[in-house]
């Protein structure tokens, strides 16, 4: 079985040490449908991180409408499976106590695999069906199907409510929209979570790449030998309960978003980027 390198870059979800950048998978294997036109070179792609030492993938069962977890499933065949950190979310049409464990199971079947993170998607239901959905996810952690449980887009009422009324596990992670372009987590939501010794896992954080044409990160990257988007990446993995998911779409963005990591920009520099937007 391949091994998955032991990068020094890392961070921690529940008791899990992660790569401080991951592999997201939005649009590979399609949006709100499948495509299986790039499979082979998806595959190959998350093959090619994984090799690098980037153990953190991230997909949901609403991606390609779970071919993007078929995708997962497929390019980790062959690789120490306790090496590798997955993410999965579940749906809000699939909230609620029965649904959600149908849910889980169903991505379960489809990476061929446990579930390491189990994120409630999107809080697009009543805080009673919310809750209904943690308790599911407590009992699939103690029947093994998942691992840990997280929130995905909660605001900082709505993840203190949550937290509150858990019953025998903790909400570990929250993976919200952050950014040196977006940075509304910085209103309370980022320093609760680090308190609560929570994981912010953000997303788009290139903003579709806007930040990695961006002039002036692309001047300040010029003092560490790195480019724009590493720059913008390494800004926000500065943090210490920040891990950065940036889309894995291709080996050449791989490769550069890996070189986010390893280093830190220096704290002038860190706040000059805020001086870039």
Same mark, same amino acid.
């Given at each position: 079985?391949?091994?998955?390198?032991?990068?020094?870059?890392?961070?921690?979800?529940?008791?899990?040490?992660?790569?401080?950048?991951?592999?997201?998978?939005?649009?590979?294997?399609?949006?709100?449908?499948?495509?299986?036109?790039?499979?082979?070179?998806?595959?190959?792609?998350?093959?090619?991180?994984?090799?690098?030492?980037?153990?953190?993938?991230?997909?949901?069962?609403?991606?390609?409408?779970?071919?993007?977890?078929?995708?997962?499933?497929?390019?980790?065949?062959?690789?120490?499976?306790?090496?590798?950190?997955?993410?999965?979310?579940?749906?809000?049409?699939?909230?609620?106590?029965?649904?959600?464990?149908?849910?889980?199971?169903?991505?379960?079947?489809?990476?061929?695999?446990?579930?390491?993170?189990?994120?409630?998607?999107?809080?697009?239901?009543?805080?009673?069906?919310?809750?209904?959905?943690?308790?599911?996810?407590?009992?699939?952690?103690?029947?093994?199907? $998942?691992? =840990?449980?997280?929130?995905?887009?909660?605001? *900082?009422?709505?993840?203190?409510?949550?937290? !509150? #009324?858990? /019953? +025998? &596990?903790?909400?570990?992670?929250?993976?919200?929209?952050?950014?040196?372009?977006?940075?509304?987590?910085?209103?309370?939501?980022?320093?609760?979570?680090?308190?609560?010794?929570?994981?912010? $896992?953000? =997303?788009?954080?290139?903003?579709?790449?806007? *930040?990695?044409?961006?002039?002036?990160?692309? !001047? #300040?990257? /010029? +003092? &560490?030998?790195?480019?724009?988007?590493?720059?913008?990446?390494?800004?926000?993995?500065?943090?210490?309960?920040?891990?950065?998911?940036?889309?894995?779409?291709?080996?050449?963005?791989?490769?550069?978003?890996?070189?986010?990591?390893?280093?830190?920009?220096?704290?002038?520099?860190?706040?000059?980027?805020?001086?870039?937007?």
């Amino acid at each position: 079985m391949r091994r998955v390198p032991i990068f020094r870059d890392l961070k921690r979800i529940g008791e899990d040490k992660v790569s401080a950048i991951g592999l997201g998978t939005w649009g590979i294997g399609g949006f709100e449908s499948p495509d299986y036109s790039r499979d082979r070179e998806s595959i190959e792609a998350l093959r090619y991180g994984l090799d690098l030492g980037i153990n953190l993938i991230d997909t949901a069962e609403f991606y390609g409408a779970g071919h993007s977890e078929e995708l997962v499933g497929e390019a980790i065949k062959g690789y120490e499976r306790e090496d590798i950190f997955i993410i999965s979310k579940v749906w809000p049409t699939h909230f609620g106590y029965g649904k959600a464990k149908k849910a889980a199971r169903a991505s379960v079947k489809r990476l061929g695999t446990y579930i390491d993170l189990y994120l409630l998607h999107w809080p697009r239901n009543s805080f009673e069906k919310i809750k209904e959905t943690l308790y599911a996810l407590e009992e699939l952690v103690d029947e093994g199907i $998942i691992r =840990y449980i997280g929130a995905s887009n909660f605001d *900082l009422e709505l993840l203190k409510r949550s937290q !509150e #009324i858990m /019953k +025998r &596990y903790e909400i570990v992670a929250n993976e919200v929209k952050y950014s040196l372009k977006d940075r509304w987590v910085e209103g309370g939501l980022l320093e609760y979570m680090a308190n609560e010794d929570m994981a912010l $896992i953000a =997303y788009t954080p290139l903003e579709k790449g806007t *930040l990695a044409r961006n002039q002036c990160l692309r !001047e #300040i990257g /010029k +003092r &560490y030998n790195r480019t724009a988007a590493q720059v913008a990446l390494n800004w926000l993995i500065w943090k210490e309960n920040v891990i950065a998911i940036p889309k894995a779409g291709s080996k050449e963005h791989i490769r550069e978003n890996f070189g986010a990591m390893g280093w830190r920009l220096s704290r002038e520099d860190y706040e000059k980027c805020l001086e870039c937007l």
